[in-house]
């Protein structure tokens, strides 16, 4: 692979995760599943969701909690650091970075003088289909430093 095809992949991957985490901020995650294979993997911590169905439901559920919940996060904001792609394959790739996520129990403007709530690992396989482009194969969050205040991410409980 030459400079600027590691360039035009790097980029189409770091728009991936960018995007995707812009439908989880702005959107409450409602087409989130979409940037997952039918058979993707999202994981955060030990929670797993296989499928986009139960990614679909597990965005649902965070969703219901951030309006039904007093002390729940309304308001999120999920940064990205130390992006580094790696190609597996043809039409695969491994990406690796750094989450920080940012959360508040009020709408915005909020007051932030908190750290995150979680930084994590950022572990992405990545496929390439023809017809959708990039999407998840697996994404997995795992934790490094997390706050007193667990993300609903960690404290899901999706059959309440």
Not at 11 to 25: F, I, M, S
Not at 39 to 48: E, L, Q
Not at 129 to 135: E, L, S
Request: net charge neutral.
């Amino acid at each position: 692979m030459d400079a600027r095809e590691e360039v035009s992949l790097w980029h189409a991957l770091y728009r991936l995760e960018v995007r995707y985490w812009h439908e989880v901020d702005c959107n409450g995650g409602r087409r989130a599943h979409e940037f997952y294979a039918p058979d993707g993997v999202m994981c955060v911590g030990h929670n797993r969701f296989e499928g986009r169905e139960k990614i679909r439901e597990f965005y649902a559920w965070r969703e219901r909690q951030a309006l039904t919940a007093i002390s729940s996060v309304k308001t999120t904001r999920h940064l990205i650091n130390n992006l580094i792609v790696d190609p597996t394959a043809e039409g695969r790739a491994k990406v690796l970075g750094i989450v920080s996520f940012y959360g508040s129990a009020s709408r915005p403007p909020t007051q932030q003088s908190k750290p995150p709530m979680l930084i994590a690992d950022l572990i992405s396989e990545c496929v390439l289909d023809a017809d959708h482009g990039w999407q998840f194969k697996s994404h997995l969050l795992q934790p490094v430093f997390m706050s007193h205040e667990a993300p609903p991410s960690i404290a899901v409980d999706t059959h309440r």
